[in-house]
């Protein structure tokens, strides 16, 4: 007769444990599945310019899925790169002021295809403490020599700089995600040029927003095209699509064609995702006028929030940030706004830097007045004790 072993302890015992501390912190998240179609106003998204259901851009996937299929079919180098995919390269580099392009599976794979291509073991790399957890993550990953300096502090960022003898990268979002604050692109730019540094910054927040006919922080900032500028991005803010890129000299497009992991041993970008962004941007080039209202729909949350007592980071793009008293009365907040029929966005620990919690909004180009009205109304109906200081 056998016998059997005792069963063996829980491995995932300590998983229990961490759940009952983000229970008790109110960090708990979970996942909501939306329907096709919803009555909540969208506040939460990042669809700035309310292009994902747009009728061009609907059709640029659906056109491209039914002549390219629904897949890339493989890596980039491999069967993944259709002529859409060049396409939309040519378009991006062009719009955006740089020379190439290469377009990625995600805005964060190519963060990291960027930050880990473009160092090494010998590289100082400079990053904002402000930086999206995709650059956290290059960073990581890049072996290189990693100092984080204060928030948009280019004298900070200078001075790092200045210790090392090597090849150096300073690293930075162009817009935060978390509160909608510019970073300080030409002194940024400066210290760059003062060290011999390349200049690497993520523009997913700008696209659309900033620049000329919204084509970018760092075109507004003249730093487009410039030989030690490489810009990243992503093509499901304000192309409403899917996807990233990544944008530099050409011979930087070639390294990381040749280099960037995220890249090379990724599956290509869907042909359907390829050809909503490459509508979403030729309608962004006929239509320029969608990135200054984005802007305006922001400035005036802001002012009737702030107006009402509310505490809101000003905006810089289309992101507004309005403070909670802590995070379980922002997950209350966002929920009671929930059920009021606006959906925003709650960002607490350990999203934010800071450690502060927030109500994060975003400005659609396509918001009516009415609908900003609403949303106004109904976040000062729903603000928790502590939230004004009125």
């Not at 300590?14 to 501390?21: F, K, L, T, V, Y």
């Not at 005036?300 to 007592?309: D, H, I």
């Not at 907040?333 to 029929?341: K, L, P, Q, S, T």
Request: hydrophobic share 45%; with cysteine.
């Amino acid at each position: 007769m056998s016998q059997h072993s005792p069963e063996p302890d829980d491995v995932f015992a300590w998983i229990d444990d961490a759940e009952r501390a983000r229970e008790q912190a109110g960090l708990v998240r979970t996942l909501r599945p939306r329907p096709a179609s919803s009555p909540l106003l969208d506040l939460a998204s990042n669809d700035y310019l309310g292009l994902s259901r747009h009728p061009e851009t609907v059709r640029g996937a659906r056109e491209a899925a039914e002549r390219w299929g629904a897949g890339a079919t493989g890596s980039r180098l491999v069967t993944g790169t259709t002529e859409l995919h060049a396409e939309l390269e040519r378009e991006l580099a062009r719009f955006c002021g740089f020379e190439a392009a290469l377009v990625l599976s995600s805005g964060y794979a190519a963060n990291l295809a960027a930050v880990t291509a473009l160092s090494d073991r010998g590289t100082l790399v400079v990053s904002d403490a402000g930086n999206h957890a995709s650059i956290v993550d290059g960073c990581r990953l890049s072996r290189a020599a990693v100092e984080v300096v204060p928030h948009s502090d280019p004298e900070a960022a200078r001075k790092t700089l200045a210790t090392h003898g090597g090849r150096a990268l300073l690293v930075s979002d162009s817009v935060f995600s978390v509160d909608g604050d510019a970073a300080p692109l030409a002194a940024y730019a400066a210290a760059c040029r003062e060290r011999g540094a390349a200049l690497v910054v993520d523009d997913a927040h700008g696209l659309g927003v900033l620049g000329e006919g919204g084509r970018g922080a760092l075109h507004a900032a003249g730093l487009a095209g410039a030989p030690g500028v490489v810009a990243t991005l992503t093509l499901s803010k304000s192309l409403g699509s899917q996807g990233g890129a990544v944008l530099g000299p050409a011979k930087v497009i070639r390294h990381l064609v040749n280099t960037a992991r995220t890249f090379i041993f990724d599956t290509g970008l869907a042909p359907a995702a390829a050809g909503a962004a490459l509508a979403s941007l030729r309608l962004l080039r006929r239509e320029p006028q969608r990135a200054a209202r984005a802007r305006e729909v922001a400035e005036r949350l802001y002012g009737r929030l702030t107006a009402s007592g509310l505490t809101a980071a000003r905006p810089d793009a289309a992101v507004v940030s309005v403070r909670a008293p802590s995070a379980s009365a922002a997950l209350r907040w966002a929920a009671d706004c929930r059920g009021a029929g606006l959906s925003v966005g709650c960002f607490r620990p350990p999203s934010v830097p800071d450690g502060i919690s927030r109500l994060r909004l975003t400005a659609r180009a396509d918001l009516t007045g009415d609908e900003i009205d609403r949303a106004v109304e109904t976040i000062l109906k729903t603000a928790p004790a502590g939230a004004t200081d009125r």
